[in-house]
């Protein structure tokens, strides 16, 4: 939920915070050129549609760091 919680405040942050820094500081930097596109309308489209993708790729990575360290932790319990 705070991977979601930070994309939704600014795209790549969700990125940022399940340790992917790199992929995190490229989505901030195409949704800052996606809201410079906003003045051709363009980034009308553009901002929200990357915006979503943000923040659904930020719970899905989330959810796969979260499941690889449960099953990590069993496997480790037996």
Known sequence: ???LAFSLL???LGQIY???YAKGLLFVLIQIVNF???YWFIG????P??????????????VKL???A?????????
């Not at 009308?44 to 901002?47: D, F, G, K, Q, R």
């Not at 549609?49 to 790729?57: E, K, N, P, S």
């Not at 449960?70 to 037996?78: I, K």
């Open 1 to 3: 939920m705070l991977a």
């Open 18 to 20: 399940n340790g992917q």
């Open 49 to 62: 549609a990357f915006w979503l993708y943000g923040m659904i790729d930020a719970v899905d990575v989330a």
């Open 10 to 12: 600014f795209t790549g």
């Open 66 to 68: 979260t499941t690889q």
């Open 70 to 78: 449960e099953q990590a932790e069993g496997h480790a319990r037996v």
């Open 36 to 38: 410079a596109l906003i």
């Open 44 to 47: 009308l489209i553009t901002a």
